[in-house]
Nanobody
Framework: QVQLVESGGGSVQAGGSLRLSCVVS????????MAWFRQAPGKEREGLAA???????TYADSVKGRFTVSGDSTKNALYLRMNALTPEDTGMYYC???????????????????WGQGTQVTVSS
C-alpha cells in the first residue's frame, strides 16, 4: 500500500521560506513520478513541481526560480524548498505519486493516483 505523508507547512511572512517534506512508503520511490501540488481555497489543484522516474525536473511557471524540488532516496523523501513566498502561495500543499509516462502530464493532478493528506502553508503580507 502506497502512503505519502507531508510535513513542514506553517505560517510565514511574505519574502520568507519554507521547506516541505513528503515521505513515501510502499516501494514506489524512484520507480514512480512524484510531484507537489497546491490548492488554494476556491481554486483547482495546481501542479507546482515534479520529478519523473528518470530524475527529470519540471516546474510550473508560477514557481520557477523560487521553488526547488529534491529527493533523498535513503529516506524515501521528496522535498520542496520554497523561497520568496508571497500571499498568492497560500494554500494546502500536497505531494502525489504515480507512474506518469507523458511529459505533458507531470503537473496534471489527474495523472496521479496516490496522494498525501496535505500540509497548510499560509503567507501573510
Amino acid at each position: 500500500q502506497v502512503q505519502l505523508v507531508e510535513s513542514g507547512g506553517g505560517s510565514v511572512q511574505a519574502g520568507g521560506s519554507l521547506r516541505l517534506s513528503c515521505v513515501v512508503s510502499g516501494s514506489t520511490y524512484g520507480r514512480y513520478s512524484m510531484a507537489w501540488f497546491r490548492q488554494a481555497p476556491g481554486k483547482e489543484r495546481e501542479g507546482l513541481a515534479a520529478v519523473d522516474q528518470a530524475g527529470t525536473l519540471t516546474y510550473a511557471d508560477s514557481v520557477k526560480g523560487r521553488f526547488t524540488v529534491s529527493g533523498d532516496s535513503t529516506k524515501n523523501a521528496l522535498y520542496l524548498r520554497m523561497n520568496a513566498l508571497t500571499p498568492e502561495d497560500t494554500g494546502m500543499y500536497y505531494c502525489a505519486t504515480h507512474y506518469v509516462t507523458s511529459a505533458g502530464s507531470r503537473l496534471i493532478a489527474a495523472a496521479y493516483t496516490y496522494w498525501g493528506q496535505g500540509t497548510q502553508v499560509t503567507v501573510s503580507s
